[in-house]
Nanobody, 115 residues
C-alpha cells in the first residue's frame, strides 16, 4: 500500500505561481515503478485529470494547463511535484495526487487563485 500526502496549496493572485508536492510513503517500489497523476476538482464540477508522469518521466497535460504547468518526480525523495505558473482564477480547485493503477489518492490541497 502507498500513502500520498499533498502540500503546497494556498492563495495566490492571478499570474502567480505555486508548486505542489505529493510525498509518498509505504510501498515505495509501487510509487517509483508506476505512472502518477495530478487531478483537480473545482466547486460544482467533476474531478478532472491535470497531468500524468510515467515511471521513466514521460509527461502528458490537459490542454487547459499545457505550457503553464510542469509535472515532475524525484524518486530519491519519493515525491511528485506540480509547478504551476501563470495561474488563472479558473485553476481554483482542490488538487489531488493519484496513483491510478492502484487507485491510491491523497487527501487534496486547496489552490485558490484570485483575480
Amino acid at each position: 500500500q502507498v500513502q500520498l500526502v499533498e502540500s503546497g496549496g494556498g492563495l495566490v493572485q492571478a499570474g502567480g505561481s505555486l508548486k505542489l508536492s505529493c510525498a509518498a510513503s509505504g510501498n515505495i517500489f509501487i510509487f517509483s515503478s508506476n505512472t502518477m497523476a495530478w487531478y483537480r476538482q473545482a466547486p460544482g464540477k467533476q474531478r478532472e485529470l491535470v497531468a500524468t508522469i510515467t515511471s521513466s518521466g514521460g509527461t502528458n497535460y490537459a490542454d487547459s494547463v499545457k505550457g503553464r504547468f510542469t509535472i515532475s518526480r524525484d524518486s530519491a525523495k519519493n515525491t511528485m511535484y506540480l509547478q504551476m505558473n501563470s495561474l488563472k482564477p479558473e485553476d481554483t480547485a482542490i488538487y489531488y495526487c493519484c496513483l491510478p493503477r492502484y487507485v491510491y489518492w491523497g487527501q487534496g490541497t486547496q489552490v485558490t487563485v484570485s483575480s
